[in-house]
């Protein structure tokens, strides 16, 4: 069991051009830090201590109030919806009222800016997220791919993927409109005709699917993002604007090899959820009123009173008792980094990524502000996660596709399980953003240029101050 890494990047050379503009960088950082405390202390004094407090109470009473509208109903789900508005409004108008919401509106920018000037400093020290070259193939002899003309709005259609794809001498199967339509077994009857590749334009569950029987009878796969959100191809470094180009991989293609989750037997690409959303898509109503549904069920579940109640272990190690949310993902998403949650910087580690969720009062709700410190919030990395629950069976939404699955349900990565094929030529993996470390900062903004490439190792490692 091994909790997320922090990305710490390789050793950069501070000096020429680059290096210049990593420190100007890290010293407008430093100096827009600064700039707002002076001015909150000269203009306000120790009033400045007051406006921070009112606006952290307001964020803790709106984080409280939400969780009351979510658990509660009638007129109490109202009142705290009310509430919720009203705190943040509140704290503004105690700002203009004292004359001071200017201040806090230029110092807020400040900070800001800083932000920004802090992550490009620290984005060139920032190792980028790995998008493998992979191993060159040749062509394939015979490849089947499956494509859904409805998924993501037509796009098989709009990007006549279907035509393309025969133009390059593949088979093409159509999925029709059942329901129930076995995409399974249509990958194994492609098998049987010949295929020596699979491939599916089409959703993240349907990519599951064969994915699976692809990486039972070793066979390439190829990902077509024609769905909505394509999560796989993302984290594939795919071209998710334009699937076609996709279709490379065919011609000139690299092979990759990724892992897989395994989730009760079936196989994910991307997560299994447990908890309130998966209680919830699993309602006959959600599709036709996702809001309606979410406020009806969402208080019974989030209050124990629906659903079973939760109990997780990560390689026996740790374990929660009683969460309302559970998400197992096959590699870890970038719980850290809030513009790239829902990305993973690769999926070939070998672990499960596991970030759980627990509030049972308005008080943990509001705790969870603090985010990673936050102790209702586990993220971790396992080899296996096991799901138990005080029922028989649990809900859990696999890639998307609800299912029910007996208790307790044991989740393990199969690393290096899929061959993917892929462009050799693709957008690939955008960069993480890196963490705002201020220690680094300053160490930039005051160390000078004593000579051209000089060497400055990351902040934790050997030598850094």
């Known amino acids: 069991m091994r909790r997320v890494p922090e990305r710490q990047g390789p050793t950069r050379r501070v000096g020429g051009r680059g290096g210049a503009r990593q420190r100007w960088s890290a010293r407008l950082a430093v100096a827009a830090t600064a700039g707002a405390g002076v001015l909150l202390l000269s203009v306000a004094g120790l009033k400045s201590v007051a406006l921070v407090a ?3 109470a307001g964020l803790v009473v709106s984080a409280a109030a939400g969780w009351w509208a979510l658990t509660r109903r009638g007129v109490v789900r109202g009142l705290a919806l009310v509430l919720a508005v009203a705190a943040p409004v509140a704290v503004l108008a105690s700002y203009a009222a004292a004359k001071l919401l200017w201040l806090v509106l230029v110092s807020v920018a400040l900070w800001a800016f800083a932000a920004v000037a802090g992550w490009a400093a620290l984005r060139a020290e920032a190792a980028p997220a790995a998008t493998a070259h992979g191993r060159p193939v040749p ?10 003309p409805r998924s993501g709005g037509g796009k098989v259609g709009r990007f006549r993927l279907k035509e393309k794809a025969e133009a390059l001498g593949a088979e093409v199967v159509l999925l029709g409109s059942a329901p129930s339509e076995d995409v399974v077994a249509l990958a194994r009857d492609a098998l049987a005709r010949g295929a020596d590749l699979l491939g599916v334009a089409g959703g993240d569950g349907t990519q599951a699917l064969v994915a699976g029987v692809a990486a039972e009878h070793g066979v390439p796969f190829v990902v077509i993002p024609a769905g909505t959100r394509n999560h796989f191809a993302l984290d594939l470094g795919l071209d998710r604007e334009d699937p076609s180009r996709s ?5 000139d293609g690299v092979e990759l090899r990724v892992d897989l989750g395994r ?6 690409v991307n997560n299994a959820s447990f908890g309130a959303y998966a209680e919830v898509v699993q309602s006959p109503a959600y599709r036709d009123d996702k809001v309606g549904t979410l406020l009806r069920l969402l208080p019974d579940v989030l209050t124990h009173q629906h659903g079973p109640r ?6 026996g190690a740790v374990t929660v008792d009683g969460p309302q949310a559970v998400l197992v993902s096959n590699n870890p998403y970038r719980v850290g980094d809030r513009a790239g949650l829902g990305r993973r910087d690769r999926l070939d580690g070998g672990v499960l990524g596991l970030v759980s969720v627990k509030a049972d009062s308005a008080v943990q ?33 696999i890639d998307g596709e609800a299912l029910a699955l007996p208790t307790p349900v044991r989740c393990v990565s199969e690393p290096g399980a899929l061959r993917v094929r892929v462009p050799r030529h693709r957008p690939g993996v955008p960069q993480a953003r ?28 050997p030598g850094a101050r």
């Open 139 to 148: 062509p394939p002899g015979h490849a089947c791919l499956l494509m859904n």
């Open 310 to 315: 939760l109990t997780v272990c990560a390689a």
């Open 54 to 56: 009112v606006g952290l």
């Open 365 to 397: 709700a509001a705790d969870l502000l603090r985010g990673r410190r936050a102790p209702g919030l586990v993220a971790l990395t396992s080899g296996e996660v096991v799901v138990d629950a005080d029922r028989p069976e649990v809900q859990v939404g």
């Open 263 to 268: 989730v009760g037997g079936r196989v994910f």
């Open 247 to 251: 279709l490379e991989a065919l011609t």
């Open 434 to 461: 890196p963490r705002l470390d201020w220690r680094r900062l300053l160490e930039l903004a005051f160390t000078a240029d004593r000579g051209r490439g000089r060497a400055l190792p990351p902040a934790g490692a």
